[in-house]
């Protein structure tokens, strides 16, 4: 069953930009497009980092990578911001 409250908080982040960090340490930063039922979301314009501390130094260029989809069981946290820049 649905529950309403979730389904108005996804419509909320939908075209916001997000940060995923994923169990092999790298962090995607990209606008939320989509999610399942399995937990896979759908990030659109992203950037790959190698790591969180590549963000924060800038010293790493970013690889662009376009349209990608994470699979739910990789996610370790998630992040979204107006002030996340991809």
């Known amino acids: 069953m649905e ?4 389904n108005e ?3 909320s982040l939908l075209n916001k930009s997000m940060k ?7 962090v995607l930063i990209g606008i939320f497009l989509c999610t399942d039922r399995d937990s896979n979301i759908v ?3 992203c950037k790959e ?3 969180q501390s590549a963000i924060e130094s800038g010293s790493i260029e970013p690889r ?9 069981q990789h996610i370790v946290q ?9």
Do not use: A, N, W
């Open 3 to 6: 529950d309403p409250k979730q």
């Open 78 to 86: 998630l992040f979204t911001d107006e002030s996340i820049h991809s």
């Open 43 to 45: 990030l659109g314009s």
């Open 20 to 26: 995923v960090k994923i169990t092999d340490g790298r």
């Open 9 to 11: 908080l996804l419509k």
């Open 64 to 72: 662009s990578i376009g349209l990608s989809m994470i699979p739910g």
């Open 49 to 51: 980092y190698t790591s």
